[in-house]
């Protein structure tokens, strides 16, 4: 008979702590309920499931709309109505565990910091200065916008020297123009520039301090650290299972840290390689769409602006990124002689006028073979043609080219 899949259970009470009177009544500025309705509304809350189970149809009684709790809603429609039902946890019967079903935006004081009144003329900052933040940039620095390109200039230098004496990156980035584009990357003017504000915006110490007495400073970001081999790995994870760090680092990647993995992503998205298979990716997904055939041999306006760009005028779908593998069919000898042996079998010409009617293959080689040894004693006969030369062929060209501009 048929059968209907469950997807939504409610967890045993130990797991159950629900989020509603307190939580929300507060942040989103819920209207004030009484008891009864706040015991009302516990008993509209469902709890997703993970696990699957399957009803026989006559248990179903009726008919009942469930959603989303969204943080916006008021939780008083839900009791207006009849058979509404709201979730905004999944239930884990294997790990005994509440969990959010998508992420939340963080509103209030628990998430976000408390302005402070303006303190008036004269009035003391009692707050502790040790807990403040620290500054990294003056704008109001003494220096002009000239020697501070200059100063960068001199650490990009300083970044090209150290990747040369250093073996590692000799290796990653073999000429100089691979080292000098690394030290070009804005981990290098970040520290420089932190340099100088931790010197005093004083150009000769901050000089020596990128050159200190063991050697040049080295900086390098996480694009720069990872390997070729890392960097397929990491692509190979990123397309299984998305944007998952942590099963990316546990499964792939588990030498790297969470915040090394993170911050190689969003490098990673400046890349020339990430645009490339997000075109190829459109790409695909456009050329799978059905494209609907035209009665006219053109294109109204509209139907013309509705064309994808990856799609051409006669609405066949092309791919921009994706080269496709050329191949060969060859024919065997076996098959060559087949045509002439067998050929009032084979009815080439009957063959051509029907392109999707069935040949028999196994009869026709069948045939060859018996046929085979016999022709092999018979001398081939070859029907010569009468060519003219290649001068009678070419007079007749002109003339005919002649008479017709004349």
């Given at each position: 008979?048929s059968r209907?899949?469950g997807?939504?259970?409610?967890?045993?009470?130990?797991?159950?702590?629900?989020?509603?009177?307190?939580e929300?009544?507060?942040e989103?500025?819920?209207?004030?309920?009484?008891?009864?309705?706040r015991?009302?509304?516990?008993h509209?809350?469902?709890?997703l499931?993970?696990q699957?189970e399957?009803l026989p149809?006559?248990?179903i009684?009726?008919?009942?709309?469930?959603t989303?709790?969204?943080?916006t809603d008021?939780?008083?429609q839900y009791?207006?109505?009849?058979?509404c039902?709201?979730y905004?946890?999944?239930?884990?019967?294997?790990?005994?565990?509440?969990?959010a079903d998508?992420?939340?935006?963080?509103?209030?004081c628990?998430y976000?910091?408390?302005?402070p009144?303006?303190?008036?003329?004269?009035?003391?900052?009692?707050?502790?200065?040790?807990?403040?933040?620290?500054?990294?940039?003056?704008?109001d620095?003494?220096?002009?916008?000239?020697?501070?390109?200059?100063?960068?200039?001199?650490a990009?230098?300083?970044?090209t020297?150290?990747?040369a004496l250093?073996?590692?990156?000799?290796?990653?980035?073999?000429?100089?123009?691979?080292?000098?584009?690394?030290?070009s990357?804005d981990?290098?003017?970040?520290?420089?520039?932190?340099?100088?504000?931790?010197?005093?915006?004083d150009?000769a110490?901050?000089?020596a301090?990128?050159v200190?007495?063991?050697?040049?400073?080295?900086?390098r970001?996480?694009?720069?650290?990872?390997?070729a081999?890392?960097?397929?790995?990491?692509?190979e994870?990123?397309?299984?299972?998305?944007?998952?760090?942590?099963?990316?680092?546990?499964?792939?990647?588990p030498w790297?840290?969470?915040a090394?993995?993170?911050?190689?992503?969003?490098?990673?998205k400046t890349?020339?390689?990430?645009?490339?298979?997000?075109r190829?990716k459109?790409?695909e997904?456009?050329?799978?769409?059905?494209?609907?055939?035209?009665s006219?041999?053109?294109?109204?306006r509209?139907?013309?602006q509705?064309?994808s760009?990856?799609?051409t005028?006669a609405?066949?779908?092309k791919?921009?990124?994706?080269?496709?593998q050329t191949?060969?069919?060859q024919?065997?000898?076996?098959t060559r002689?087949?045509?002439?042996?067998?050929?009032?079998?084979?009815?080439?010409?009957?063959?051509a006028r029907r392109?999707?009617?069935?040949?028999?293959?196994?009869?026709i080689?069948?045939?060859?073979?018996i046929?085979?040894p016999?022709?092999?004693?018979?001398p081939?006969k070859?029907?010569p043609?009468?060519?003219?030369p290649?001068?009678?062929?070419v007079?007749?060209l002109?003339?005919?080219?002649?008479?017709?501009?004349?």
């Open positions: 008979g209907v899949v997807v939504g259970n409610n967890p045993p009470t130990s797991f159950f702590s629900p989020p509603l009177p307190g929300f009544e507060e989103s500025k819920q209207p004030p309920m009484t008891e009864q309705q015991h009302q509304l516990k509209r809350e469902l709890f499931s993970r699957f399957s149809a006559t248990h009684r009726g008919k009942c709309s469930v989303l709790l969204n943080e008021i939780l008083g009791l207006e109505k009849e058979d039902f709201f905004s946890l999944v239930f884990d019967p294997v790990q005994k565990t509440l969990l998508q992420g939340e935006i963080r509103v209030g628990k976000q910091a408390e302005i009144d303006r303190l008036a003329e004269g009035e003391s900052d009692n707050r502790n200065q040790q807990k403040m933040e620290m500054k990294v940039w003056d704008p620095n003494p220096l002009t916008d000239r020697q501070i390109d200059q100063f960068l200039v001199v990009r230098a300083v970044g020297f150290a990747r250093d073996c590692s990156s000799s290796i990653r980035q073999p000429s100089l123009h691979m080292s000098a584009a690394a030290a990357r981990i290098t003017l970040f520290h420089a520039m932190d340099t100088l504000q931790r010197n005093g915006y150009l110490k901050a000089m301090t990128l200190p007495q063991g050697g040049p400073v080295l900086c970001d996480e694009m720069e650290e990872w390997s081999s890392e960097a397929m790995l990491f692509e994870a990123l397309e299984k299972y998305g944007k998952d760090f942590n099963d990316i680092r546990q499964d792939f990647l790297k840290s969470l090394s993995i993170v911050q190689f992503y969003y490098m990673w890349t020339d390689r990430y645009i490339q298979q997000k190829l459109a790409a997904a456009d050329s799978k769409l059905k494209q609907e055939p035209h006219r041999g053109h294109l109204s509209p139907e013309a509705s064309l760009p990856y799609t005028s609405s066949r779908a791919l921009l990124a994706k080269n496709r191949f060969l069919l024919t065997t000898r076996l002689l087949a045509r002439r042996l067998c050929r009032d079998v084979l009815q080439p010409r009957r063959a392109p999707y009617a069935p040949i028999n293959a196994n009869a080689k069948a045939e060859c073979s046929r085979l016999k022709a092999a004693k018979a081939l070859i029907h043609l009468a060519r003219l290649l001068a009678a062929i007079k007749e002109g003339e005919r080219l002649g008479g017709g501009l004349g």
